[in-house]
T-cell receptor, first 116, second 114 residues
């Protein structure tokens, strides 16, 4: 079964600093990869996704992520943190084998706090 | 934009009660999902449905059942609520089942079982 590991349940950065949220997956074949964000008292919304093609994926709100097959990683970055980025971030994976394409496995989440 | 509506934001029930959580989506999506979210555990899939009257178990189906009689509505049923089912429940939908489409989430139902 595939799994997703998010390193660091809580990341704290200063406003204007680089944001780096780590995600590693285990899958025997290249998977589909996603980052979702959850703001307080809301459901999750998609930030970005990787399916095929370019390994550097740009998403909403200035976030981007790079798929590195050799490292089985899909880390999320943003050059300069803003106070409004404070939220919980979830990495998710769905591999391409069999009939399970439409079911996502989520990581445990990383809570990002942004300090003024 | 797609809207996924969960009928209750907060719900308090007693142990042993039968509980219904309702979810409605307005964009003719094929797939619908029920997740539960617990601190430190992330989101775990309970059940999903890829068509009317079709359902499949997710990773933690024990103690739950689901119903999808109409395409737009997906209900989660706790047959006999227990305290360990106190959690945030999130409903989601996606357009097709042939590729992993973007999920659209509702705002969640915080269920407390006393």
């Amino acid at each position: 079964a595939q799994s997703v590991t998010q390193l660091g349940s809580h990341v704290s950065v200063s406003e204007g600093a680089l944001v780096l949220l780590r995600c590693n997956y285990s899958s025997s074949v290249p998977p589909y990869l996603f980052w979702y964000v959850q703001y307080p008292n809301q459901g999750l919304q998609l930030l970005l996704k990787y399916t095929t093609g370019a390994t550097l994926v740009k998403g909403i709100n200035g976030f981007e992520a790079e798929f590195k097959k050799s490292e089985t990683s899909f880390h999320l970055t943003k050059p300069s943190a803003h106070m409004s980025d404070a939220a919980e971030y979830f990495c998710a994976v769905s591999d391409r084998s069999g009939g399970s394409n439409y079911k996502l496995t989520f990581g445990k989440g990383t809570l990002l706090t942004v300090n003024p | 934009d797609v809207k996924v509506t969960q009928s209750s934001r907060y719900l308090v029930k007693r142990t042993g009660e039968k509980v219904f959580l309702e979810c409605v989506q307005d964009m003719d999506h094929e797939n619908m999902f029920w997740y539960r979210q617990d601190p430190g555990l992330g989101l775990r899939l309970i059940y999903f449905s890829y068509d009317v009257k079709m359902k499949e178990k997710g990773d933690i189906p024990e103690g739950y059942s689901v119903s999808r009689e109409k395409k737009e509505r997906f209900s989660l049923i706790l047959e006999s609520a227990s305290t360990n089912q106190t959690s945030m429940y999130l409903c989601a939908s996606s357009l097709r089942w042939t590729v992993p489409e973007k999920l659209f989430f509702g705002s969640g139902t915080q269920l407390s079982v006393l």
